[in-house]
């Protein structure tokens, strides 16, 4: 403060902090000048770069706004390309779509650890969306829950599929007790049943035995997929990557429907939601149970919050009651018998009060793809669609443990190790979260 504005009787009571906060990003040059010696045969030798060129003519700061710019920003890379130019960074496109795919490779193996670190926590979500790779439709599917976001692409949804994502490219098909019990509910024949029988604990090393297998026995397709589902079940169980306690959630794609598989409210209410009546009595028919559905929802997050043995059976009797109604409308009679059917699967949560009755979750961590495809449109080779998945998984799983993504770049790229693996990081948050006896 200038003295003159200083009462001269005032007194000094310290300071009081005013904050600025600012962003400098500004364009750094540095010319290497190298010893060149000419040996006697003629050829050079030069000295050695330093540590901080390691990178090539771009330095890691660059790196790192590119990778977080096209990720975590969405920025297309010809986007990208004149931004930098604009700030005196001459650079193509080309060397934009190496760093992309160059730091995605280093970080791949990061990126599967999650999943298995992920599905400790015993339940997790899933869902799936399409996409064009190559010209060609496919799929990608997220599962996640509340310490990781793992994404997986690849051309089709099946419940075969989404086994095999679990498997996480290695895939293997073992025969144990889950696989026949898993095999026997689908009551195929008792002579393809018994074969399985004399097959326990037999492992087929790969996709081609195992279908070298399947094509000598001549069992037809279905049989085939189921056997394949359990065997590739019997694969999880034994590497402990889920067990039979793993809660599954998702909207009721058939392909999640396996271990503990809850369903989702919401998109339940949706089947009877958007039922057309055709008349007064039909649209009070539907209308009446949407109300008595929202009201017996409130009841189930009310005993998520103190749940109580008697409370437990007082909800399974109000679910009988509701969707037990006889509705004149078939499409509705329909819907509640779907419903009905279901129950298992969507009171699971009365057993498992943390688990949520819905499952936003998985909604949410695959809009990041569908927004980024809307932006981007789709892939055109593996190295991209892969690089893709890759800086995805990374960025929500980061946003999922309040690690800043531009400082786990930095991190990465300079090798500084500062930041630990997201894995053990997950591992270590859920032991804390479930402490155990």
């Not at 696989?179 to 399985?196: H, N, V």
């Not at 437990?312 to 037990?324: A, H, N, P, R, Y």
């Amino acid at each position: 403060m200038a003295p003159e504005e200083k009462p001269e009787d005032a007194k000094f009571k310290g300071y009081k902090e005013f904050i600025v906060q600012d962003l400098v990003i500004r364009k750094k040059v540095t010319k290497y000048k190298l010893e060149q010696w000419q040996k006697v045969d003629g050829s050079y030798i030069f000295a050695k770069l330093p540590r901080a060129a390691d990178l090539g003519h771009f330095g890691s700061g660059v790196w790192q706004y590119v990778v977080h710019q096209n990720n975590a920003n969405r920025v297309p890379q010809n986007r990208i390309r004149a931004d930098l130019l604009d700030k005196g960074i001459d650079i193509s496109t080309g060397q934009i779509d190496e760093m992309l795919k160059t730091t995605a490779e280093q970080l791949l193996a990061e990126k599967e650890s999650l999943l298995s670190a992920g599905l400790q926590a015993a339940q997790a979500q899933s869902d799936d969306t399409g996409g064009r790779h190559d010209g060609k439709n496919s799929v990608t599917t997220v599962i996640c829950n509340d310490y990781i976001a793992y994404f997986k692409s690849c051309w089709l949804k099946s419940r075969i599929n989404f086994l095999e994502i679990l498997c996480q490219g290695k895939i293997e098909y073992l025969i144990t007790p889950e696989s026949l019990d898993y095999i026997k509910a689908f009551q195929l024949a008792p002579a393809i049943f018994a074969c399985m029988q004399e097959l326990l604990g037999t492992i087929f090393a790969d996709r081609k035995t195992w279908e070298d297998f399947l094509q000598k026995k001549l069992f037809g397709k279905t049989a085939r997929r189921i056997l394949t589902e359990g065997a590739l079940i019997g694969t999880l169980m034994s590497r402990k990557t889920v067990t039979l306690e793993t809660i599954l959630m998702s909207d009721g794609a058939g392909q999640f429907n396996v271990f503990k598989h809850v369903l989702c409210w919401i998109h339940i209410e949706r089947s009877i939601k958007r039922l057309v009546p055709i008349n007064d009595q039909d649209r009070q028919e539907r209308d009446l149970i949407l109300d008595k559905f929202w009201n017996f929802y409130r009841a189930l997050k009310a005993y998520k919050q103190a749940p109580s043995a008697i409370l437990k059976q007082d909800l399974e009797k109000q679910f009988d009651e509701i969707f037990s109604f006889q509705a004149t409308e078939i499409p509705l009679a329909q819907a509640l018998k779907k419903i009905r059917d279901s129950k298992q699967q969507l009171l699971l949560v009365l057993d498992h009060p943390e688990i949520p009755l819905h499952n936003n979750a998985s909604e949410g961590d695959i809009r990041e793809f569908v927004t980024k495809r809307k932006v981007s449109g789709g892939t055109r080779s593996d190295a991209g669609r892969n690089a893709r998945d890759t800086f995805i998984s990374l960025y929500k799983t980061c946003k999922k443990l309040l690690i800043s993504f531009w400082k786990y770049l930095w991190d990465r790229i300079n090798k500084l190790g500062q930041i630990a693996p997201l894995a053990d990081i997950i591992r270590q948050r859920i032991k804390a979260a479930n402490p155990g006896p």
